[in-house]
């Protein structure tokens, strides 16, 4: 059974789902789901607690304007919300949420969150070819996490689609990864950065060539039969 995650953010105890390569959303199979859901829960129980808006560890939604925008979707999708749904302004936290079902063409999954709400999209596992699909025709997302024991068709996906960045059973780790460039697809991003890759996106390479005056060769003036023979055996040393 294949499990593909969309591309873009994931949520995470460690900064509320404030992250450019978190995950946005997650596409899982309908014949799992129940699993998956219940084993999510129990991370989140296990990272933070029964209640995390009294965690301290837990952090806050960076300003009250995102914490409001975080409530009013959340709202939107209360009659979905299985696990989390409550925040406190005063604090600015809000608990991560998961809401299920949710389909590939609702609002909540088509813009980046930026906030620890998390749409889980299901699939039938032997429709997944079509979710791929529905994914290549949106923007392309900054990363791209893939779960799944089937190396031989992750490699094909990566090789395929278009993203930022990806993980194979794994997430956010490909941004520490030294000596290697960090970027975006159209819209998630232009250039690339880190290390060499960062220095040669703001650096602006230009080519000066500094000619003489005298001693120059004729093989591009008029006219061109003069000395032909001569000009082809230089043209011929120049290509070797």
């Given at each position: 059974m294949k499990r593909i995650t969309f591309p873009s953010n994931y949520i995470t105890v460690i900064d509320s789902g404030q992250i450019c390569i978190n995950i946005n959303q997650v596409a899982v199979a309908?014949?799992?789901?129940d699993d998956f859901i219940k084993e999510l829960r129990a991370a989140f129980?296990?990272?933070?607690?029964?209640?995390?808006?009294?965690?301290?560890?837990?952090?806050?939604l960076i300003t009250a304007r995102a914490?409001?925008?975080?409530?009013?979707?959340?709202?939107?999708y209360e009659d979905r919300i299985l696990f989390g749904g409550k925040g406190n302004r005063e604090t600015q936290?809000?608990?991560?949420?998961?809401?299920?079902?949710?389909?590939?063409?609702?609002?909540?999954v088509n813009h980046e969150l930026f906030n620890p709400l998390l749409p889980i999209v299901p699939y039938e596992d032997d429709k997944i070819d079509e979710l791929i699909e529905e994914?290549?025709?949106?923007?392309?997302?900054?990363?791209?996490y893939i779960f799944t024991r089937n190396k031989r068709w992750a490699k094909r996906m990566f090789a395929t689609m278009q993203y930022g960045g990806g993980c194979l059973n794994e997430v956010c780790v490909h941004l520490m990864v030294k000596g290697v460039p960090f970027n975006g697809v159209g819209?998630?991003?232009?250039?690339?950065?880190?290390?060499?890759?960062?220095?040669?996106?703001?650096?602006?390479?230009?080519?000066?060539?500094?000619?003489?005056?005298?001693?120059?060769?004729s093989l591009r003036e008029h006219p061109y039969s003069k000395g032909a023979e001569g000009k082809m055996r230089l043209l011929e040393l120049?290509?070797?």
């Open positions: 309908k014949e799992i789901a129980n296990k990272s933070l607690g029964n209640d995390p808006l009294t965690n301290p560890e837990y952090p806050k914490y409001d925008k975080c409530e009013a979707e959340a709202k939107e936290k809000f608990e991560p949420t998961i809401i299920y079902p949710v389909a590939t063409n609702e609002k909540i994914i290549s025709r949106r923007e392309h997302g900054l990363s791209l819209h998630s991003g232009m250039g690339a950065y880190h290390g060499d890759a960062g220095f040669r996106e703001f650096t602006h390479s230009s080519t000066v060539l500094y000619g003489k005056t005298k001693g120059n060769l120049f290509e070797r």
